[in-house]
């Protein structure tokens, strides 16, 4: 309660700073509707980056991107929309343009911020191939014409006229760069680290206001997940501390099943069931490379 008390305090804080001469309004390239998608790449890139993890109610048997289950945080409760092909509730109505805005800039056709518990602080990383390909894999999804739960909210969160300022404050709009210095295995890995399954969005602590701390990445933090405690640091000298090696680090992630015979738990445990699984060898050994050698 009193970490809530003390995130209410610091948003009314940034509320209450001008924010009239922001500019929310964002382009997205037209060469975009010039890129051909591939519907197998796009759809094992909506595994990798828990678009069906948190867009899929799978425990109550919901259908597939329909909507997603509760997301319980100090702020409130959060439940991710529907992204089937319904033009109604979905995102049926959307072009490529639309979906890229909502990836790289966190914004909705209509020019409304969403909130940052979806992730597009990092899918702003991704490059137009991927965004391309995640498109033409979301065309073939089978419409489903019900509205995802509303989000369950408290003052002052419960107000999106904030969130311009947050973005503004705390949000950039970014490509991934490669370390030319890095091998491409390193670089696949920081791609997917960074951007598509966002690492540091559970593994990285978050100030007053949930933002993350970009100074200190993957240091662990307490987690913004109801019930889940601490989220462990997945530095380099962490993992070495607790006996990680690439290759146990790679197998874990497509198995659930740690180094030390336990297995993955609560939400980590979910991102294994529902992404990690599904990726290729390639790249789990490409995530666990880059971390092992940040």
């Known amino acids: 309660m009193k970490r809530a008390l003390i995130i209410l305090s610091g948003l009314s804080v940034v509320l209450a700073m001008g924010?009239?001469?922001?500019?929310?309004?964002?382009?997205?390239?037209?060469?975009?509707?010039?890129?051909?998608?591939?519907?197998?790449?796009?759809?094992?890139?909506?595994?990798?980056?828990?678009?069906?993890?948190?867009?899929?109610?799978?425990?109550?048997?919901?259908a597939p991107l329909a909507g997603?289950?509760?997301?319980?945080?100090?702020?409130?409760?959060?439940?991710?929309?529907?992204?089937?092909t319904d033009t109604v509730h979905g995102i049926g109505g959307w072009d490529v343009d639309d979906f890229a805005l909502a990836l790289r800039y966190g914004q909705s056709p209509k020019g409304d911020s969403y909130y940052p518990a979806f992730p597009?602080?990092?899918?702003t990383k991704l490059s137009d191939q991927d965004i391309a390909d995640l498109w033409a894999?979301?065309?073939?999804v089978q419409a489903v014409g019900l509205s995802a739960e509303e989000h369950q909210l408290g003052f002052p969160f419960n107000q999106r006229a904030g969130l311009p300022?947050?973005?503004?404050?705390?949000?950039?709009?970014?490509?991934?760069?490669?370390?030319?210095?890095?091998s491409e295995k390193?670089?696949?890995?920081?791609?997917?680290?960074?951007?598509?399954?966002?690492?540091?969005?559970c593994h990285s602590e978050r100030n007053l206001f949930g933002a993350l701390d970009q100074d200190n990445p993957f240091t662990g933090s307490k987690s913004m997940l109801e019930g889940e405690g601490k989220t462990p640091a997945i530095t380099k000298q962490a993992l070495l501390d607790k006996g990680w090696t690439e290759l146990d680090l790679a197998y874990a992630l497509k198995s659930g099943l740690k180094h030390d015979g336990d297995a993955f738990g609560g939400?980590?445990?979910?991102?294994v069931r529902d992404g990690t699984s599904f990726m290729q060898k390639k790249d789990l050994e490409a995530i666990a490379h880059y971390l092992m050698n940040q």
């Open 137 to 140: 894999a979301f065309q073939t």
């Open 19 to 62: 924010w009239n001469s922001l500019n929310s309004e964002a382009t997205v390239a037209s060469s975009l509707k010039e890129l051909k998608g591939d519907v197998n790449r796009g759809a094992y890139l909506a595994r990798a980056s828990g678009c069906i993890a948190c867009h899929t109610d799978v425990v109550n048997g919901g």
């Open 267 to 271: 939400s980590m445990g979910e991102v």
């Open 165 to 182: 300022v947050w973005q503004a404050l705390f949000f950039s709009e970014e490509r991934f760069q490669p370390d030319t210095t890095k």
């Open 68 to 84: 997603g289950p509760p997301l319980k945080t100090p702020f409130g409760t959060f439940y991710a929309p529907n992204l089937t």
């Open 120 to 123: 597009y602080t990092f899918y």
């Open 186 to 201: 390193y670089n696949r890995g920081a791609y997917l680290v960074e951007a598509a399954t966002h690492c540091a969005a």
